[in-house]
C-alpha cells in the first residue's frame, strides 16, 4: 500500500539556521507533490507545489526538492525565524487526481 | 484570495444528536470539495469528495449514512454527523480546489467536534 513518510516527528533549530525537512514515500508513483503548514488547531496553508518533471522550486526563503528515482522530497527554510515554527505536511497526488495523500508531518520548533 | 471558511470552529454535543458543519469557499467558486478528519498526531484522512451538484464520493471504510455530505452550490459544502458518538470526537477540516488551481488545495480552520 502506499505511504508516505516524515522522517522526524520533531525538529529543533536555532534561529537564523537552516531547516531541512524529508518526505520518502514507497509503492506510490505521485504527479504532484506539496507541502502545507498547520498551526496547532488550523487548517493546513498551501506553501508550495512541484511536479515529477520539476527537481527544485523555490518561494522566497522556500525550497522544496523533488527526486523521483530516490522517492524523496526535502523542504528548505532558509534563515528560519521562531514564526516558522509549525507542522509542515507533506502530501502526494497522482496523475488525473486531485486527492492528496498526507504524511504524518514533522513539527519544526525555531530557537531564539 | 482563495479563502475558506467553517462554521462552528468548535461543537460540543451529546451522544446521539447530529451536527452540521458548514465549509464556504469566500472569493472563489469550488469545483471540487474535500472532507479530513484528523486525531491528535496523526495525518489528515480523506473522507470523501464532493463536487457541486452531484453526490460526494466516499473513501473506504467511511460510512456515507454517517457522514452526509451536501454540496448545493459552487460555493457550500456541508458535512453532517448523524447520530455523533464520542468515537467521532475528531477535528474536521474541509477544503477546496478552484477551477484554475492545479492541484493545491485551500483549506478551511477546521471544526473542533466533541461528543460527550
Known amino acids: 500500500s502506499q505511504k508516505i513518510e516524515q522522517n522526524s516527528e520533531a525538529l529543533n533549530i536555532q534561529e537564523g539556521k537552516t531547516a531541512t525537512l524529508t518526505c520518502n514515500y514507497t509503492?506510490?508513483?505521485?504527479?504532484?507533490l506539496q507541502w502545507y503548514r498547520q498551526d496547532p488547531g488550523r487548517g493546513p496553508v498551501f506553501l508550495l507545489l512541484?511536479?515529477?518533471?520539476?527537481k527544485e522550486k523555490r518561494k522566497e526563503r522556500l525550497k522544496v526538492t523533488f527526486d523521483t528515482t530516490l522517492k524523496q522530497s526535502l523542504f528548505h527554510i532558509t534563515a528560519s525565524q521562531p514564526a516558522d515554527s509549525a507542522t509542515y505536511l507533506c502530501?502526494?497526488?497522482?496523475?488525473?487526481?486531485?486527492?492528496?495523500?498526507f504524511g504524518k508531518g514533522t513539527k519544526l520548533s525555531v530557537i531564539p | 484570495g482563495a479563502v475558506v471558511s467553517q462554521h462552528p470552529s468548535r461543537v460540543i454535543c451529546k451522544s446521539g444528536t447530529s451536527v452540521k458543519i458548514e465549509c464556504r469557499s469566500l472569493?472563489?467558486?469550488?469545483?471540487?470539495m474535500f472532507w479530513y478528519r484528523q486525531f491528535p498526531k496523526k495525518s489528515l484522512m480523506l473522507m470523501a469528495t464532493?463536487?457541486?451538484?452531484?453526490?460526494?464520493?466516499?473513501e473506504q471504510g467511511v460510512e456515507k449514512d454517517k457522514f452526509l455530505i451536501n454540496h448545493a452550490s459552487l460555493t457550500l459544502s456541508t458535512l453532517t454527523v448523524t447520530s455523533a458518538h464520542p468515537e467521532d470526537s475528531s477535528f474536521y477540516i474541509c477544503?477546496?480546489?478552484?477551477?484554475?488551481?492545479?492541484?493545491?488545495?485551500?483549506f478551511g480552520p477546521g471544526t473542533r467536534l466533541t461528543v460527550l
Open positions: 477544503s477546496a480546489r478552484t477551477m484554475s488551481s492545479y492541484n493545491e488545495q485551500f
Open positions: 509503492n506510490y508513483s505521485p504527479a504532484y
Open positions: 512541484i511536479r515529477e518533471n520539476e
Open positions: 502530501a502526494l497526488s497522482g496523475a488525473g487526481s486531485y486527492q492528496l495523500t
Open positions: 472569493d472563489f467558486q469550488a469545483t471540487t
Open positions: 464532493s463536487n457541486e451538484g452531484s453526490k460526494a464520493t466516499y
